[in-house]
T-cell receptor, first 111, second 110 residues
């Protein structure tokens, strides 16, 4: 079956611009996660959605980052007023049980 | 504080040379330890989940084991196509998210 998909694959933006990253989880998965992977760093948790519960936003690095999940499926991660340190690979994962399945990521470069 | 440390950072092997990767962890109430493989430019690919000390799982040339403090990923007679970064992660307590180590980059030369 289809895995987690993310778009765009790559995004180049200028400092100060807003960006939106999209994640389509595996059909039927109730949980959705966003992580960030910077060069030389491990995966860093950003935000977690579980069903209709309030999202766990404890990993968001600043108020410039936000995310929503519409209809319990597709999610959008928004970064406002991007900074050069936001350059990273943004990974989305979904799960039904304990195991999380990852998408291919969006590579964001802020110039 | 929950933490995952992987060693070595990088490992170079000759084809057929068996070895092990280490993942040391501290977590409150382990709900699962996960191994992933990540190829350059791609997202992590799930390999194994281990839940309790003494548990072992195998897939082709890979075998994962778990103790109360660490996990090992044993690679038997590796091939060049096993070259990748191997990531270890834990989920504990009431957390939904995974806590990842920085990974071990494995290179297998023919």
């Amino acid at each position: 079956g289809a895995g987690v998909s993310q778009s765009p694959s790559n995004k180049v933006t200028e400092k100060g611009k807003d960006v939106e990253l999209r994640c389509d989880p595996i059909s039927g998965h109730t949980a959705l996660y966003w992580y960030r992977q910077s060069l030389g760093q491990g995966l860093e948790f950003l935000i977690y959605f579980q069903g209709n519960s309030a999202p766990d936003k404890s990993g968001l690095p600043s108020d410039r980052f936000s995310a929503e999940r519409t209809g319990g499926s597709v999610s959008t991660l928004t970064i406002q007023r991007t900074q050069q340190e936001d350059s990273a690979v943004y990974l989305c994962a979904s799960s039904l049980g304990e195991t999380q399945y990852f998408g291919p990521g969006t590579r964001l470069l802020v110039l | 504080e929950d933490q995952v440390t992987q060693s070595p950072e990088a490992l170079r092997l000759q084809e057929g040379e068996s070895s092990s990767l280490n993942c040391s962890y501290t977590v409150s109430g382990l709900r699962g330890l996960f191994w992933y493989r990540q190829d350059p430019g791609k997202g992590p690919e799930f390999l194994f989940t281990l839940y309790s000390a003494g548990e072992e799982k195998e897939k082709e040339r890979l075998k994962a084991t778990l103790t109360k403090k660490e996990s090992f990923l044993h690679i038997t007679a590796p091939k060049p196509e096993d070259s990748a970064t191997y990531l270890c992660a834990v989920r504990g307590g009431s957390q939904g998210n995974l806590i990842f180590g920085k990974g071990t980059k494995l290179s297998v030369k023919p």
